[in-house]
């Protein structure tokens, strides 16, 4: 098991930033790509970002791409997301994942191993 935790939601403005964090414990968070997720109300969950083990490679989904950026501290055992230019289509649960998977990142859900509680993110107009 790899309890994750994540911290950092919130309600903010339209255009607002927010950073989200998830911290593993139990084990090295570095031995796993570490993923991003979130789930608005009536829809499924969707990929948002992807960070392999060593940092150096990410992927964003294309409705993100310029304004998220995942990073992560291996030292630290924790895994980032910072959120700017917020609009409120960004508001929704967002999760943090593990995955084992072989590559250097994972976009499908069905490629994570563990998962967080969810964070509620709410972006007003």
């Known amino acids: 098991q790899v309890p994750l935790v994540e911290s950092g939601g919130g309600s903010v403005q339209a255009g607002g930033s927010l950073r989200l964090s998830c911290v593993a414990s139990?084990?090295?968070?570095?031995?796993?790509?570490g993923g991003w997720f979130r789930q608005a109300p009536g829809k499924e969950r969707e990929f948002v970002a992807s960070i392999s083990r060593s940092g150096l490679t990410t992927y964003y989904a294309d409705s993100v791409k310029g304004r998220f950026s995942i990073s992560r501290d291996n030292a630290k055992n924790t895994v980032y997301l910072q959120m700017n230019s917020l609009n409120t289509e960004d508001t929704a649960v967002y999760y943090c994942?593990?995955?084992?998977?072989?590559?250097?990142?994972?976009?499908?859900?069905?490629?994570?191993?563990?998962w967080g509680q969810g964070t509620q993110v709410t972006v007003s107009s």
């Open positions: 139990g084990r090295t968070f570095s031995t796993y790509v």
């Open positions: 994942a593990a995955a084992s998977a072989s590559g250097s990142y994972a976009l499908r859900s069905s490629e994570y191993d563990y």
